[in-house]
């Protein structure tokens, strides 16, 4: 079956260090993948979008990768700060008119 | 100056009641979606509308029925509510399709309750 996942456990760590959180999927070939952050009781924004032929994109602090080998996106935040504590989604495309989500990671970023 | 807007943002009924959640957008994209959001934060599409043409309908219950006059407005209606229905219910807009590296933006949400 098709799924996507990421860790559904809490992320915690201390404010400066980097943050990774991991996107795995299975049975999708996606040719777009994108990353979304959503604050309580707020919509997700939109991060970043990464293309199948790419491996790597930045913005800011934020990157991501995407190895289609692997099934799997990381996405890092550097220098982190106690406000990127959010959740993270991260969402793609089976087709070309569908976004799918991952169940999300909560990031929580201590001072 | 909202981009995505929901009314309402938040919504409390008995079940059989029937009840309606609108959207607007006001960025002139073409495509327009509802997805719910459950107690467990996941996130599912539900409908996608290309101007005013439906192209996504994820087997969902014949009670849920959306409807968009034009492009602007796409919204949602419920039929004889369940316990079941009560979750967060987002619309977004894009300006290309979701599959076709179009980002979504996302209204904030409308809280339904169903006691």
């Known amino acids: 079956s098709q799924k996507i996942e990421q860790n559904s456990e809490a992320l915690n760590i201390q404010e400066g260090k980097t943050a990774t959180l991991t996107c795995n999927y299975t049975?999708?070939?996606?040719?777009?993948l994108q990353w979304y952050r959503q604050d309580p009781g707020r919509g997700p924004v939109f991060l970043l979008l990464?293309?199948?032929?790419?491996k790597e994109k930045r913005k800011e602090r934020l990157k991501v990768t995407f190895d289609t080998t692997l099934k799997q996106s990381l996405f890092h935040i550097t220098a982190s700060q106690p406000a990127d504590s959010a959740t993270y989604l991260c969402?793609?495309?089976?087709?070309?008119?569908?976004?799918?989500f991952g169940t999300g990671t909560r990031l929580q970023v201590f001072p | 100056d909202t981009a995505v807007s929901q009314t309402p943002k938040y919504l409390v009924t008995q079940m059989g009641n029937d009840k309606s959640i609108k959207c607007e957008q006001n960025?002139?994209?073409?495509?327009m979606y509802w997805y719910k959001q459950d107690s467990k934060k996941f996130l599912k599409i539900m409908f996608s509308?290309?101007?005013?043409?439906?192209?996504i309908n994820e087997t969902v219950p014949n009670r849920f029925s959306p409807k968009s006059p034009d492009k602007a407005h796409l919204n949602l209606h419920i039929n004889s509510l369940e316990l079941g229905d009560s979750a967060v219910y987002f619309c977004?807009?894009?300006?290309?399709?979701?599959?076709?590296?179009?980002?979504?933006?996302f209204g904030e949400g409308s809280r339904l309750t169903v006691l």
């Open positions: 960025l002139g994209h073409d495509t």
């Open positions: 969402a793609l495309s089976p087709n070309t008119d569908k976004l799918i």
């Open positions: 990464i293309r199948e032929n790419e």
């Open positions: 049975n999708y070939s996606p040719a777009y």
């Open positions: 509308y290309n101007n005013k043409e439906l192209i």
């Open positions: 977004a807009s894009s300006q290309a399709r979701a599959g076709g590296a179009g980002e979504l933006f």
